[in-house]
């Protein structure tokens, strides 16, 4: 019930494609769903997030699609760039509480 | 400004030992959170302090762990009798705002464990 599921684990893209990540959730009281990237040696940093309310959320080259029935959401990556070479976290919470995490991303983007 | 720091950045100890991991969150940041981020469990979350109320000690892993917030700030993460599968990278957070927002967590750089 409070987990959220994600893939892939690992994931090469192209400089200039799109990556996509995928996660599931259960517990349909989660009203919050944030993105973090994060690089070897940092702790975790928001990327983007968004509520059930909306479908889709966009803030420069990444872009949050949410199905609320399908209890799924993703995190698009256009024109990927080797900067954007780390790991991504999809995670879960409500009102402001604990974030539930998925399991991670591992990006690498080839030049 | 200043962002949440931790201290140390790294610890080595030995099994049985205690440790104590420390975490300055971001001035004025009511919310507190820790997690741990280990290769075979991803990041976990071990206990959520908000204000003054009673903290969500639902994550600890065991009654080893426990964890303090002095004064509404600082907080500490006790590790007594430490084991090797405590060894991971605990991590802390801070939100400005009070339960029912939704404001970013900011984390910390963590604290990297390694139990011998």
């Known amino acids: 019930q409070q987990q959220v599921k994600q893939s892939p684990q690992s994931l090469i893209v192209q400089k200039g494609g799109i990556s996509i990540i995928n996660c599931a959730y259960e517990n349909t009281a989660f009203d919050y769903f944030p993105w973090y990237q994060q690089f070897p040696g940092k702790g975790p940093a928001l990327l983007i997030a968004i509520r059930p309310d909306v479908s889709e959320k966009k803030e420069g080259r990444f872009t949050i699609s949410f199905n609320k029935s399908a209890k799924q959401f993703s995190l698009h990556i256009m024109d990927s760039q080797p900067g954007d070479s780390a790991t991504y976290f999809c995670a879960a919470s409500t009102q402001g509480g604990k974030l539930i995490f998925g399991q991670g991303t591992e990006l690498s983007v080839k030049p | 400004g200043a962002g949440v720091s931790q201290s140390p950045s790294n610890k080595v100890t030995e099994k049985g030992k205690d440790v104590e991991l420390r975490c300055d969150p971001i001035s004025g940041h009511t919310a507190l959170y820790w997690y741990r981020q280990s290769l075979g469990q991803g990041l976990e979350f071990l206990i959520y302090f908000q204000g003054n109320s009673a903290p969500d000690k639902s994550g600890l892993p065991s009654d080893r762990f426990s964890a303090e917030r002095t004064g509404g700030s600082v907080s500490t993460l006790t590790i007594q009798r430490t084991q090797q599968e405590d060894s991971a990278v605990y991590l802390c957070?801070?939100?400005?705002?009070?339960?029912?927002?939704?404001?970013?967590?900011?984390f910390g750089p963590g604290t990297r464990l390694t139990v011998l």
């Open positions: 957070a801070s939100r400005e705002g009070s339960g029912g927002t939704y404001n970013e967590q900011f």
